[in-house]
């Protein structure tokens, strides 16, 4: 049996207008400057960028604010989950196509490990794809080395017995991730993506075996 793991932000969900945009809100709160998308991106190009609140503290240190991790994901958390009926993460946008699931599911195990803390993956899968069996579903407060450590695909590795696995992710530390975890790779390097030359050249660096612009190409790869 063959199993496909994803990662989730800007792989299964459009993360722009929730973590990204909570970001850039969370920098401009405490700094009053613009953080730009190109700039977020480029940080995550270097690698070791999975947590927000660490790119917002980082780049707040570079304004000269200096401010404690903890105040910073106090304020982000507040932002990002909101009342209930105001938080960014209801802005994400859903990015598989009806029927791509079901198609993958018959020939896949279908599986996840994000960098999103388990609260946060549980409540968007319930959301949009409520009845698609992803198991597992590893997230990063479950592993005590982050991306690209491979403790989180090892993780859900132990859980795919005999399961030849592919993982599926947007950034460099999720091709890391994978060829440190000894698996292949499919990045997704989307069409309209600040520095996507970039992107795709360390993908490439990193052994992936194919390149997509989004994740309804995956079929077509596999």
């Not at 802005?91 to 993958?104: I, K, M, N, Q, Y």
Request: glycine share 8%; aromatic share 8%.
């Amino acid at each position: 049996m063959r199993a496909l793991i994803f990662d989730m932000d800007g792989v299964l969900v459009d993360p722009t207008d929730s973590y990204r945009q909570t970001l850039i809100d969370t920098v401009a709160h405490f700094s009053g400057n613009q953080l730009t998308q190109e700039r977020i991106v480029e940080m995550k190009n270097r690698g070791g960028y999975n947590d927000d609140c660490v790119i917002a503290r980082d780049v707040l240190q570079e304004f000269g604010v200096k401010i404690d991790y903890d105040k910073v994901h106090e304020y982000f958390e507040k932002l990002f989950w909101g009342t209930g009926s105001d938080g960014m993460i209801l802005r994400e946008r859903w990015l598989l196509d009806a029927g791509v699931l079901s198609r993958l599911a018959r020939s896949y195990r279908l599986a996840v490990y994000t960098g999103r803390p388990g609260q946060a993956a549980r409540f968007t899968l319930d959301r949009f794809a409520n009845g698609t069996a992803f198991d597992p579903v590893v997230s990063s407060d479950q592993v005590e080395n982050h991306k690209p450590a491979p403790d989180g695909l090892l993780r859900a590795l132990e859980q795919l017995p005999e399961c030849e696995p592919t993982y599926v992710g947007d950034n460099v530390d999720d091709g890391r991730c994978a060829r440190a975890a000894g698996i292949p790779f499919v990045g997704i390097a989307a069409a309209d993506a600040p520095r996507r030359e970039e992107i795709i050249r360390l993908f490439q660096q990193d052994g992936a075996t194919a390149v997509i612009e989004n994740i309804n190409e995956l079929e077509s790869v596999l």
